[in-house]
């Protein structure tokens, strides 16, 4: 059985933290699929949790990527604009 989520997105290390270029670099290679699809990896959730809060945010984006349902147009954008930065 294959869940949702995917597991292409780099891992990151203790000793070698993935670059903000690896999330730019993952959403511009994934641009066809829709994007929950885009962000369903464990490892990319994980650096985006980072930058969001915690108690609110994550849960919520981690439901949308459970249920593979629509991702809020701004959690959409703060996750590309993190990826700008």
């Excluded at 203790?14 to 066809?32: C, E, F, G, I, Y």
């Excluded at 969001?52 to 959409?76: H, K, R, S």
Aim: net charge neutral; hydrophobic share 45%; aromatic share 6%.
């Amino acid at each position: 059985m294959q869940g949702p989520l995917s597991s292409t997105f780099p891992i990151e290390n203790r000793n070698v933290p993935v670059p903000m270029q690896a999330l730019k670099t993952h959403l511009d290679r994934t641009k066809s699929l829709p994007f929950v699809k885009r962000i369903s990896d464990f490892h990319l959730l994980l650096l985006i949790a980072r930058f969001l809060d915690v108690n609110a945010d994550v849960p919520a984006l981690a439901a949308c990527v459970q249920a593979q349902a629509t991702i809020p147009e701004g959690f959409q954008l703060l996750i590309e604009s993190i990826a700008s930065s």
